[in-house]
């Protein structure tokens, strides 16, 4: 990749929320909220907690969101991250 954060930021990879709901309503593009769950490309140098390839939680409206090449990431803080997924 051709990108490095700093200090305690992150790059992440937006993952997309279901499109529907349990019952099968599809939910549309329009009324979708902005997804809060992440997987981690890069980190920074002061990251204590995180690393790459988890998959995480993070606050809502936080964050920076960037393109890079033909990908759409987000760059986060380390203290934006409410909790890791666990397999």
């Not at 279901?18 to 890069?42: F, H, L, N, R, Y």
Request: charged share 40%; no cysteine; aromatic share 6%.
């Amino acid at each position: 990749m051709g990108f490095k954060p700093l200090a305690d930021h992150l790059l992440a990879k937006l993952l997309e929320s279901e499109e529907k709901t349990e019952s099968g309503i599809i939910i549309p593009d329009t009324v979708k909220e902005k997804p809060q769950k992440a997987e981690i490309i890069e980190v920074g140098n002061e990251v204590e907690n995180i690393k790459k390839n988890d998959k995480v939680l993070f606050a809502k409206y936080s964050g920076t969101e960037v393109k890079i090449g033909d990908e759409d990431y987000i760059i986060l803080k380390e203290e934006d991250i409410l909790g890791i997924f666990e397999d």
